[in-house]
């Protein structure tokens, strides 16, 4: 489902204040540049009038003359290398820095979307301002063992190797991750890490608690056609097309026929086209199977690596630690 046209104009008009960015950052370089390097101008002009004989000379097909421009060009590129080195720049000085090099911030790849822009679809479409709030609090920079006693503390240095593994070959290894643990035991803590290191490398991550998740599910199948204009219908396909999906709290919203259907039809979707996804839970093993059906245990239990958080509550901790 495509965009609505003031959201891609919104990203749209992104891009054109990156890029104004970029080019007045780049002119103000070059004449910072120009002024502590004078000669640097007139040796720019030599090497523009040689390149352009160069070209002429090769579609006369002078071979000759074509290896001696060559020669004579290296050599000015050289120079002009040197020069810049001396006093302390390279030749990226000379070009404009982008936001995201793979698009040089036009959003596209060719006819393509670049992975940026799907994520600024996806930052504008879910609102997900709050979530990168939330990243710069809870990350693994912030991340502490020392909430966690003894054994605990074990456990959760190998569910943060996992993580990190999880990252690490999210690109060569289709895999899916579920916690599972008592309210306050750093699931979501955990979740937020894997996401925003998926995010810092241009990846497409989409959060969503359980009750948003099938609340925006019911929206699609039964808002009918006055909401299809709404940004969370409008974010409706990115369930199934985004990098990662994070479902937390799944089996804290009331489960019935529609939502057990629902949950089926997300998880499979997003097997079949190898997207990976983590959930997150309050309840363990047992209290899903009663919750939902046999099929969608199993095709957790099949497709799905299971961390099981231990027995702390930080919050309390946290709390009791804050009054001592």
């Not at 290296?74 to 820095?97: I, K, N, Q, T, V």
């Not at 803590?189 to 998740?213: P, R, W």
């Not at 804290?252 to 499979?268: A, D, G, H, Y």
């Not at 199993?298 to 009054?323: A, C, G, H, N, V």
Request: aromatic share 8%; hydrophobic share 35%.
């Amino acid at each position: 489902m495509p965009l609505m046209n003031t959201q891609y104009d919104a990203i749209m008009r992104s891009y054109a204040q990156r890029q104004a960015v970029s080019r007045r950052k780049l002119e103000e370089r070059l004449a910072d540049i120009q002024r502590q390097i004078p000669e640097l101008s007139s040796l720019e002009s030599s090497l523009a009038s040689l390149q352009a004989r160069k070209v002429r000379t090769a579609i006369e097909g002078n071979r000759e003359e074509l290896n001696r421009l060559s020669s004579e060009l290296a050599l000015l590129l050289a120079r002009r290398e040197d020069l810049l080195e001396e006093h302390g720049y390279s030749l990226e000085d000379l070009r404009p820095s982008y936001v995201c090099p793979d698009c040089q911030d036009t959003g596209y790849i060719g006819a393509e979307k670049c992975h940026c822009f799907l994520q600024a679809e996806i930052n504008l479409l879910y609102h997900q301002s709050h979530l990168q709030d939330v990243l710069e609090r809870e990350n693994f920079h912030a991340f502490s063992y020392s909430w966690y006693e003894a054994s605990d503390r074990e456990i959760m240095r190998h569910h943060v190797m996992d993580a990190r593994l999880f990252i690490e070959g999210f690109e060569k290894e289709f895999r899916n991750l579920l916690l599972l643990g008592k309210v306050g035991s750093g699931k979501t803590f955990l979740s937020n890490c894997i996401a925003k290191e998926l995010m810092d490398t241009g990846h497409s991550v989409v959060y969503l608690t359980a009750f948003q998740l099938f609340q925006l599910l019911s929206k699609a199948v039964f808002g009918g056609n006055d909401s299809r204009e709404e940004p969370e219908i409008q974010a409706y396909p990115y369930i199934f097309d985004c990098d990662l999906l994070i479902i937390d709290d799944l089996g804290t919203e009331l489960p019935n026929s529609f939502t057990v259907s629902q949950l089926f039809l997300c998880i499979n979707e997003r097997i079949l086209r190898r997207r990976s996804t983590l959930i997150s839970s309050n309840l363990d093993i047992g209290a899903l199977e009663d919750l939902y059906s046999d099929r969608i245990l199993s095709r957790i239990i099949s497709s799905y690596t299971i961390l099981q958080f231990p027995e702390t509550d930080i919050r309390i901790q946290k709390k009791l630690r804050s009054t001592t």
